[in-house]
């Protein structure tokens, strides 16, 4: 028998957690962590945002979250061992540049959150 690929193995996890992650959505349609803390997750309205860029509707994809776009960035980034650019300095940087990216647009929706501004 033959021994599945590193990129067929990975597709198989991405898929598993695209499936799991939908069903959630599917049957629950709400966010534990803010369940749970009342407090919006790094993630909160990501799911909402895809559903809206699959409609073609980017505006409201970039109100349900302005970082939608980073999901498929990352997966091809993983997809290819986080190793697409010729440098590995220029991959960390790129790397670093997202998560910071990620971070700040998560601060600042936090901080509209608690204001009252962002209802999500």
């Known amino acids: 028998m033959r021994k599945p690929s590193r990129l067929g193995s990975k597709l198989l996890i991405l898929a598993a957690c695209a499936a799991v992650l939908g069903v959630w959505a599917l049957l629950f349609g709400f966010c534990p962590i803010r369940a749970v803390t009342g407090v919006i997750c790094p993630s909160c309205g990501m799911s909402r945002a895809w559903l809206a860029a699959l409609r073609l509707d980017l505006e409201a994809a970039f109100f349900y979250h302005p970082m939608f776009w980073i ?36 601060i600042a929706r936090l901080a509209m959150f608690l204001h009252g501004d962002l209802i999500i």
């Open 71 to 106: 999901v498929p960035v990352v997966a091809v980034l993983w997809l290819f061992g986080f190793q697409p650019l010729r440098s590995k300095r220029a991959n960390i940087w790129l790397l670093a540049t997202l998560g910071i990216g990620f971070a700040v647009c998560y």
